[in-house]
């Protein structure tokens, strides 16, 4: 399975990716963009 962040686009395969939820459908984050999810954009 192919994952990428749906937040800054990145496959890279040395990242750990997270799923969750967003707009009702499953994606996957990478733990570099988690925090602009959870504290927002600054």
């Known amino acids: ?3 990428q962040c749906f937040v800054c686009g990145t ?3 040395d990242r ?3 799923k969750c ?3 009702g ?3 996957f984050v990478c733990v ?3 925090p602009v999810l959870i ?3 600054h």
């Open 21 to 23: 939820m967003h707009e």
């Open 16 to 18: 750990v990716y997270l």
């Open 11 to 13: 496959e890279d395969k």
């Open 39 to 41: 504290h927002g954009a």
């Open 25 to 27: 459908k499953e994606k």
């Open 32 to 34: 570099r963009c988690l």
């Open 1 to 3: 399975m192919k994952l």
